[in-house]
């Protein structure tokens, strides 16, 4: 493939050690905004880790590179820069588990392929049962998984507590563990870095970032998109790829088509930082909460959406105080850590909580969203999918499942159990 | 008693009630009051930890929850608390202090070491590097890990206590100070309530030193004057020791209170801390300003404090942390901790002003108190090793250098107003040049502020302006404003200045030891070096370097690093933009949030009029929903799998009686009652007659199933409807909404009673005998009361409905009675059963007895995504009128065979083992991990009374795979083989129930 | 959390309330001979508004009744409160 890369400025350990001895100078442009051209190949709108990860696989894998990523706001500030960072494969159907599988794949060798440490660390995925029906279901879970070829355990509440010390195993709690499944291979990925590295490497590239530019409208003729009126001007396009999450429907209102997402609140949060005391993801449906402690000590907790769609990026109080119960009911000692910050994503959620990948009914308008509670998991799949989708004018077997009309087929993929809790 | 930097009879300490506290194993001393900040202080304690990153010597800059240094691990009696500020708890005996990072110990730290390395640490470090060889980086990680965090926590449980409480009001002032008081003054004669949350443990700390704060007595009095109208209004409510945590939507706002002292009661009945849920119709933000440090070359050291933090520790606790002080500063406010001390008789050594001028009484007020005062002239460097000794500075006019010695420096950069709040709630900022700091926009969602938060830093400036902005307030709201009492002497104002300042000598300075951020140990070379790799962006900036995101918030730090990048890059500071503050505004303990509502708290039991019957006949229990239902009774000479045998095989041969109380039962009642069933079920009520009961499947509107049960006809337009018990009340919420939101012509009215009923389910061979000796009046042969069938009567006026249904397949009655007479009717059941061999069973063996008929579960044999073609019940679904998920049934993937998972029976060829949960199906010749999934096994049990293991399952076009053999494979990859049969394994005529 | 006004019982705290999604159509009365996109689009489509949204809520802690509000989905301010039946507006907020 041809690109632009400029290995000269490569980070590793012998670089920042050379970087050291020089003054005044920094190893390499990690971000430069650009002014839009007049007309690109392709225009990615969405700034996020899905709209720079597609960038980055229409020129890895596909040669295009006259490319412009338009974002509204600043890179990696949407949910990108919000999540739980947590990553895995586990989910219920053949079809969602490989399109996650391949993302989880490709989460394995990122930081090479880019060069920016995106930290994946394999601290094992947990799913929690808390009764008979449940173990019922994360068993099935598990043996689908296995036989598409995705590592997937059950464990008993003892085997458990191996994993993780501080958990209530007790059968006096109100919703004992029965038991759980474990994904060896989910882990988190610190989310930031994503971001940052992605937009490096569309830099060296050659692939143009354009922040704080937002899309006024589609520019559309005898249905075929021509480009975007933005208001930095026209920028002009063959072909235009939307991956704009929670603003999604506001798309499909200028392209003329109609989207069953509805965007609602989904928030996080943070505790203080404390020493390492809990290594793997625990989710648990039943309880209603999932924690993880980034590799700089804090826990980071997430629940399910808030109910009413809301795009202030804020959410009720209730929500925090429900899973933070929780959350105490599976780590009692948690009770003494502080709460640090609270925060919330806007995030697109779909009837059968699974994506919408695919073209629209605008010739070369192409979109991505549904990803509703689970997209940050999937960025680089979805990345590389999409742009096999815009490359190809049609769907990667992956991502066939998931294109709009199977609303109107029936054939939905309902994931609501495996995404389970937010996530 | 060493309290080397304590005064005689100053401050609000009770000098009667001395402690003893241990800090890193050292006895200190201090008195009740005091904080631990204070109290380190009055032991001549100085260096109070180590940097997060760096290991570099600190000290406490401020006196409260703004400290970005001093983190402690506390431990009192059997109470924990880690992450704790010095300055956010007071001391109590015997507190165990230690501080966190640093090893072995805080005066010798070995981790300073690090420093060596330092031209090597960049910002965005982790990101460049770590990346070889991949497969190390788990290892990598682990050893990261150790060097972050602060505290560490101990596994054992949250000795504290936590209530949580609610109070609505009409005004929430946060902050108690003199602008507070002033809009409460106003504010309370027209009548309002008014509750004032004050972080302190005192009102208006920043006013202890109110007998000379003012310039004249007519101000002190007046302000004395309604000072105290407001704090004893019998309408004004006061939380003291209380931060506001959050200021949400819809003016609702949370509160925690006493998270800075120990609880001191013996009283078991008092909680640790109160997290509080306000809900206000105005909010008011008088929590002052935060001051902001110096920049220059190792400006971090102990110390090094901020002036307003003097002015408290000696008014407050009455200590004075050094004898060498000087104030760096650029404006008038910060001369206030000069008189301060001045009137305990302590003289500073000089003043260095950036400035050229300072206002003229300040002036005077220095030269006849002999205090220097340098003009125009910058620190560009402190000395000192574990704290200051001598500063180094510069004229900013000559550029000539003098060393002047000091081992208290108190810094004043000037303020930011506290607008966290107003972030929070979704307000914006406008920088305002003359003041140099940012101030809240105000909006008709947001808060108002006051006082210091509003930007308005001069003490009567702030008391006239807060009664005029809330008489304003009233106007607006067209209150009669005209008969308030006014405030009287706050007329003329001689305002203090600040000067806006911004070091031109910065760039010639050690960047790597000037601070922009003391606790995340961020220095100006991060700053420099991430601008140039290009986060030019505020959040981008903010998020890599991170400055801000510490425990403090960066409440102290954050501006000073936005006026820094506006001049890197040139721009002003509203085009760089603010700091997104998010909730909370101060650290809240998960504990405190979570309140009572854990362990039984957690959520609410519910158990049915027989429990404790179950309970005395050793039930296991299980839960079901919310529910506590018996799953088994445990008998000492028997394990799970042969209690369970028993069970059934009594329901099969003789008779078993259930608790089927939990079921869903919702009566259906008015005129319009066969539309409003012929809607949402599938199958036709039209020809109904009543005394009869009908099975039909729910489904939502895109064809699924998602509950069942049974209908039955009570009499006409009164029917019952039965629901899975952990679908009652989504199927009654579900109902309610058609009719209220759609269906508004029908004239239907839904009554849930649930819990009005107590359910006997009596069945087996024998319960016709036993369901005769219960009921004498009633005939129960089969001509009277055929199957799926209704009757009612009544037993001592007590109503009892008795329906004639099936679950087990067996012979069965379900005796409905009202609760209240439930355990009664049960223990007459019991009693008339004994001859019988009647058995209680319980939910395990019913699963098993339903699945031997091939009676489905909802949620068990079925997912979200399984219609009722797929089950076999197509039959159910009426062609001759509309009904909910009838359109989204009519199109071609729910009728196509091969990709359909169709529920289907699966006998093991090993009739010994029973096929484990979860376990897949695949055609014969397949390999494991290739070809494709059929389907899976939904329910599989070993059947007592056949003798051997079966299952149900959906397998894709499995009704034409009858007798076919399958591949099983389970959740460990073990094969094993089995064959599909109609969904039905015994008694398949059903001659048994009928 | 959010203060909603249900028209029977007044202000109450969100945690008292479900949410019912935006207004929707009416169901068709003869779904029949709708195609099966005019059915996805009845039963799927969302107009997910940015802004000024109408939508239901249900008081399933309190009287159990349906109703209406407008609420800006951007700021959460909410400035009508309907009987669903008639959508007679029972509180308009300035």
């Known amino acids: ?423 | 008693m060493k309290q080397i930097n304590r005064l005689k009879d100053v401050g609000l300490i009770d000098r009667s009630k001395p402690i003893e506290f241990y800090f890193n194993g050292s006895k200190l001393y201090g008195f009740k009051g005091d904080t631990l900040a204070s109290a380190l202080l009055s032991n001549g304690v100085y260096l109070t930890s180590r940097s997060i990153k760096h290991h570099r010597p600190r000290g406490l800059f401020t006196h409260d929850l703004s400290e970005p240094n001093s983190i402690m691990q506390v431990n009192v009696k059997d109470k924990e608390f880690i992450n704790v500020s010095a300055t956010d708890i007071y001391i109590y005996p015997n507190m165990k202090v230690r501080n966190i990072n640093s090893w072995p110990s805080l005066e010798f730290d070995l981790y300073a070491l690090k420093r060596i390395f330092s031209k090597f640490f960049q910002p965005g470090f982790i990101y460049k590097t770590f990346m070889w060889p991949r497969l190390l980086w788990g290892f990598y990680e682990k050893l990261i890990r150790k060097t972050k965090g602060f505290g560490k926590l101990k596994s054992d449980d949250d000795s504290l206590r936590y209530e949580k409480k609610h109070s609505n009001t009409d005004i929430l002032i946060i902050g108690t100070g003199p602008s507070a008081i002033s809009f409460a003054y106003p504010a309370l004669q027209l009548g309002c309530k008014i509750l004032m949350v004050e972080q302190d443990s005192n009102v208006s700390p920043t006013m202890l030193n109110i007998d000379y704060i003012f310039k004249n007595n007519d101000q002190k009095n007046e302000f004395i004057k309604i000072k105290n109208y407001v704090l004893k209004h019998s309408n004004t409510k006061i939380l003291l020791n209380t931060k506001v945590s959050s200021v949400n939507d819809h003016n609702f706002s949370t509160l925690i209170q006493n998270s800075t002292i120990i609880n001191d009661s013996n009283n078991i009945y008092l909680p640790d801390q109160i997290l509080w849920k306000i809900r206000s119709e105005k909010i008011v933000i008088a929590a002052g300003s935060v001051e902001r440090p110096m920049l220059f070359d190792n400006n971090d050291l102990p110390g090094i404090m901020s002036s307003n933090s003097i002015s408290t520790y000696i008014n407050k606790f009455g200590v004075i942390p050094g004898k060498n002080i000087i104030l760096y500063t650029n404006n008038d406010y910060s001369y206030q901790m000069v008189f301060d001390l001045l009137q305990y008789g302590i003289k500073i050594n000089a003043v260095i002003d950036v400035r050229k001028n300072i206002h003229k009484e300040i002036l005077n007020k220095l030269e006849k108190n002999n205090i220097k005062i340098i003009f125009d002239h910058e620190i560009i460097k402190a000395f000192g090793n574990n704290c200051i000794n001598e500063i180094y500075i510069s004229s900013i006019n000559t550029r000539k250098k003098i060393t002047i010695k000091c081992n208290l420096l108190a810094v004043s950069n000037g303020f930011s107003p506290v607008n966290q709040f107003h972030i929070q709630s979704g307000g914006s900022l406008k920088y305002f040049d003359k003041t140099d700091c940012f101030i809240p926009v105000e909006t008709k969602f947001s808060p108002l502020h006051i006082g210091g938060s509003a930007g308005v830093f001069d003490l009567v400036e702030s008391i006239k302006y807060s009664y005029l902005k809330a008489i304003k307030m009233f106007d607006n709201q067209k209150q009669d404003i005209t008969n308030l009492i006014p405030i009287k002497n706050f007329g003329s104002i001689d305002k203090y200045t600040i000067s806006k300042f911004r070091s031109s000598f910065l760039s010639k300075m050690n960047s790597k030891n000037v601070f922009v951020d003391y606790q995340t140990d961020t220095s100006l070379f991060d700053i420099n070096y991430a601008v140039k790799e290009g986060f030019v962006f505020l959040d981008h900036l903010r998020r890599y370097t991170l400055f801000g995101t510490g425990i403090d918030q960066g409440k102290q730090s954050n501006d000073n690093i936005i006026f820094l990048l506006a001049d890197i890059l040139n721009l002003s500071p509203d085009q760089i933009g603010h700091i997104k503050s998010r909730p909370p505004f101060s650290s809240v303990n998960f504990g405190a949030i979570s309140g009572r509502n854990n362990n039984s708290f957690f959520d609410p039991i519910r158990r049915t009029s027989i429990h404790n019957w179950h309970e005395r006949n050793n039930a296991i229990f299980e839960n079901v929903g919310q529910w506590k239902r018996p799953l088994y009774y445990a008998k000492s000479n028997e394990n799970m799998q042969e209690s369970v045998n028993r069970e059934c095989l009594a329901v099969r041969n003789s008779v078993g009686v259930i608790d089927a109380s939990t079921l869903g039962k919702i009566e259906v009642v008015g005129p319009d009652s066969v539309d409003f069933l012929n809607m949402i079920y599938p199958n036709k009520f039209s020809s109904m007659k009543t005394g009869k009961c009908k099975y039909s499947l729910m489904l939502n509107d895109k064809g699924m199933i998602f509950d069942d049960g049974v209908i039955a006809k009570l009499n006409e337009n009164h029917y019952l409807i039965h629901t899975t018990s952990g679908g009652a009340t989504t199927v009654m919420d579900w109902l309610e909404q058609w009719l209220q939101t759609e269906w508004h012509n029908f004239n239907v009215t839904l009554r849930s009673v649930t819990d009005q009923w107590t359910t006997i389910s009596i069945n087996g061979p024998k319960s016709r005998i036993l369901a005769s000796k219960l009921f004498k009046n009633i005939d129960f042969s089969n001509e009277s009361f055929s199957f799926m069938s209704y009757q009612e009567t009544s037993f001592d006026n007590i109503p009892v409905r008795i329906f004639r249904v099936s679950f087990s397949g067996e012979l069965c009655f379900e005796i409905n009675v009202p609760s209240n007479y439930g355990q009664y009717f049960w223990n007459k059941t019991f009693e008339l059963g004994r001859n019988l061999s009647i058995v209680p069973y319980g939910t395990e063996a019913m699963h098993i007895l339903r699945a031997e008929k091939g009676y489905i579960i909802v949620g068990q044999d079925t997912d979200g995504s399984v219609t009722p073609i797929d089950i076999g019940a197509i039959k159910m679904l009426s062609k001759s009128k509309d009904f909910l998920g009838k359109r989204s049934l009519n199109r071609v993937f729910f009728h196509d065979n091969n990709n359909r998972k169709q529920l289907v029976g699966l006998i093991p060829d090993n009739s010994k083992k029973i096929i484990k949960d979860g376990a897949h199906i695949k055609t014969l010749q397949d390999q494991i991990l290739s070809g494709d999934i059929l389907g899976h096994v939904t329910s599989t049990y070993f059947s007592p009374i056949l003798n051997k293991s079966f299952a149900l399952g959906l397998v894709k076009n499995g009704y034409s795979m009858i007798d076919q053999k399958v591949l099983i494979v389970d959740m460990n990859l073990n094969k094993s083989y089995a064959t599909i049969t109609k969904p039905i394994f015994y008694d398949k005529e059903g001659l048994k129930q009928k | ?94």
Not at chain 1, 214 to 233: A, H, P, R, S
Not at chain 1, 320 to 326: K, L
Not at chain 3, 1 to 28: A, Q, S
């Open chain 3, 1 to 94: 959390m959010l203060l909603i006004e249900c028209i029977y019982c007044g202000e109450r705290d969100e945690t008292e309330f479900d949410y019912g999604g935006e207004i929707r159509d009416k169901r068709p009365v003869d779904p029949d001979n709708l195609s099966d996109i005019e059915w996805a689009d009845f039963i799927f489509s969302r107009k997910n508004i940015n802004g000024i949204h109408i939508e239901q809520w249900f008081h399933s802690g309190g009287c159990r009744q349906w109703f209406n509000i407008q609420r800006n989905t951007y700021t959460n301010e909410i400035t009508k409160v309907f009987n669903l039946k008639n959508q007679q507006i029972i509180r308009e907020k300035n």
């Open chain 1, 1 to 423: 493939m041809k690109n632009k890369l400029n290995t000269n400025n490569s980070y590793s350990l012998f670089s920042i050690i050379k970087g050291g001895f020089k003054k005044n100078s920094v190893l390499d442009i990690s971000m430069s905004n650009k002014t839009p051209k007049k007309s690109y190949d392709v225009l990615i709108i969405g700034g996020g880790g899905h709209g720079m990860a597609t960038a980055y696989y229409l020129a890895k894998n596909h040669g295009i590179t006259n490319i412009a990523v338009i974002e509204k706001g600043l890179i990696g500030r949407g949910n990108t820069g919000r999540n739980t960072q947590v990553v895995r494969s586990n989910y219920l159907w053949t079809e969602s588990s490989l399109l996650y599988e391949h993302s989880l794949k490709l989460w394995n060798n990122l930081s090479q392929d880019i060069n920016f440490n995106v930290m994946y660390t394999k601290r094992g995925v947990f799913s929690l049962a808390h009764s008979y029906q449940e173990a019922r279901d994360v068993a099935r879970r598990v043996t689908a998984n296995k036989l598409n070829g995705i590592d997937s355990i059950y464990l008993t509440p003892k085997e458990i507590k191996e994993y993780m010390p501080i958990i209530n195993i007790s059968s006096n709690a109100r919703y004992p563990i029965f038991g759980a499944s474990l994904q060896k291979r989910g882990g988190i990925v610190h989310h930031d870095a994503v971001a940052w590295g992605f937009a490096r490497r569309l830099n060296q590239i050659g692939v143009d970032i354009v922040q704080n530019c937002e899309v006024k409208n589609l520019i559309i003729k005898n249905n075929i998109i021509n480009g975007i009126t933005t208001d930095q001007g026209d920028i002009f396009a063959n072909k235009v790829a939307v991956a704009v999450a929670g603003s999604s429907t506001r798309f499909a209102e200028m392209g003329n088509f109609k989207l069953p997402i509805e965007s609602h609140p989904l928030q996080a949060w943070v505790s203080e930082p404390i020493k390492p005391i809990l290594n793997p993801v625990v989710m648990s449906n039943t309880v209603h909460a999932y924690i993880s402690q980034a590799e700089k000590g804090e826990l980071v907790i997430g629940a399910g959406i808030d109910k009413y769609i809301g795009y202030s990026q804020r959410g009720s109080f209730n929500v925090i105080e429900n899973a933070t119960s929780a959350i105490i009911e599976l780590f009692p000692c948690f009770s003494k850590v502080k709460l640090l910050r609270t925060w919330a994503g806007l995030v697109d959620v779909s009837p059968d909580a699974c994506p919408i990948i695919g073209q629209t009914s605008i010739r070369n308008l192409y979109i991505n969203c549904g990803w509703g509670t689970g997209g940050f998991k999937a960025t680089p799949g979805s990345g590389y999918v999409f742009a096999h989708t815009i490359a190809n004018d049609q769907p990667h077997i992956l991502n066939e499942p998931f294109t709009l009309d199977r609303f109107t087929s029936g054939k939905l993929i309902d994931e609501h159990g495996a995404a389970g809790v937010a996530h």
